[in-house]
């Protein structure tokens, strides 16, 4: 059940950030950690602490919306998902490879970024939460129809 629990929260993420629901991205992300990572999973740079408005903040500022609804126009496809829960059954982490996908008026479809999140979780009030969301990314590719700014190096 736990490993569930985990996996559908990973995808949420991937389904509520592709609609442009930037509500309910930093809903989601109300009780973690949520920045950007190295190849270990250690935070680089600034992170928000259990900061849901920062973290509407942060994907607003840098996410370019098109159209109308305004949307990413985006696909994050989550794969090698890879669960582990804590033996009393109440925290787990997760390493996930991340790769998106993105096509706009003027941007063929294709790859703009890989990378790896690496998650962790605990059951707060009974539900199954984010507590870490770092994103270590690999590499990238055509950025300029998703990102308002540059990448942190």
């Known amino acids: 059940m736990a490993i569930e629990a985990v996996r559908d929260l990973i995808i949420s993420y991937s389904h509520l950030i592709d609609r442009g629901e930037l509500d309910a991205v930093a809903a989601l992300f109300a009780d973690a950690v949520y920045g950007l990572g190295d190849g270990d999973g250690n935070p680089v740079g ?7 408005t920062a973290v509407r903040q942060a994907n607003e ?27 009393d059954n109440t925290e787990a982490s997760a390493v996930s490879y991340v790769t998106v996908l993105q096509g706009t008026e003027t941007l063929p479809l294709q790859p703009i970024l890989v990378g790896r999140y690496f998650d962790r979780f605990a059951v707060l009030d009974g539900t199954w939460r984010f507590t870490q969301r770092l994103c270590c990314i690999d590499h990238t590719g055509d950025l300029t ?8 190096s």
Do not use: Y
């Open 46 to 52: 600034a992170v928000t602490d259990r900061d849901a």
């Open 61 to 87: 500022a840098f996410i370019r919306m098109h159209g109308d609804p305004p949307s990413p126009r985006t696909k994050h496809v989550t794969t090698n998902i890879l669960v582990t829960v804590a033996d």
């Open 145 to 152: 129809e998703h990102a308002q700014r540059h990448l942190r």
